[in-house]
């Protein structure tokens, strides 16, 4: 009996992982939670990855910065992260020539919807944060996106993309057309969501957007485009 027990010993030592629940950031000196989540998160704006650092201990970081001040400091703070974070990717779009702005406005799209998912997930015990239902990482994002990258720039938008209309047709290049078409289409309706005072400018672009793609439709009836159910 005693050799079967050293035997199950032995087996459970090789068998069985071992699973640390110490955190990483355990150790960060008190109060330093807020900084060590920037420093995290904030190169993932830049393309680059959270650098092996777990979502799940993230949220543990989140946790202890919820506890560290008022919720209107914490919203502050989290604000001008974001606010911060978009200034990247707006001035990605400001050095950018004129004729290029739609396909770049498109990749920033692209790009910035790619990284949401992360950012609500580092961010997901928000969630739990009942005394504000503003505090939401998605809708906070999406409004910086819209203020800081696309505001801006949105006459340069509105510009080009007429520009970028007369200069295209159908044929070879009219998938592409639809793709661009589609993803600023989609850029457009969802900041539109937003609904509060800015509204009204995105809807003027949106609207010039809609009524340029009825023209399109009409002389390239092979676009798949289906701007009217929306």
């Not at 509060?196 to 809609?210: A, N, P, S, T, Y």
Request: proline fraction near 4%.
């Amino acid at each position: 009996m005693a050799a079967q027990a050293s035997d199950a010993d032995d087996a459970s030592d090789t068998d069985v992982p071992f699973i640390s629940l110490v955190s990483p950031f355990s150790k960060i000196p008190p109060g330093s939670a807020w900084q060590t989540i920037t420093a995290k998160v904030g190169p993932i704006w830049n393309g680059e990855s959270l650098r092996g650092t777990a979502i799940e201990d993230l949220n543990v970081l989140v946790i202890e910065w919820l506890q560290s001040g008022s919720l209107s400091t914490l919203k502050a703070q989290l604000i001008e992260f974001i606010n911060g974070s978009m200034g990247v990717l707006a001035a990605r779009l400001g050095n950018t020539p004129n004729e290029s702005v739609v396909t770049r406005t498109v990749e920033l799209w692209i790009f910035f919807f790619s990284i949401l998912p992360t950012m609500e997930g580092c961010f997901l015990p928000l969630r739990s944060c009942k005394e504000d239902p503003d505090l939401d990482v998605r809708r906070l994002c999406m409004r910086a996106f819209r203020d800081v990258v696309i505001l801006p720039n949105l006459e340069r938008l509105s510009n080009s993309l007429d520009k970028w209309w007369e200069t295209r047709s159908g044929g070879d290049d009219g998938r592409r057309i639809d793709d661009i078409a589609a993803r600023i289409l989609q850029m457009l309706l969802l900041l539109h969501e937003l609904h509060d005072e800015k509204e009204k400018d995105i809807g003027r672009v949106l609207q010039k957007l809609k009524e340029s793609l009825a023209t399109y439709k009409e002389d390239n009836t092979s676009s798949t485009i289906n701007f009217r159910a929306v």
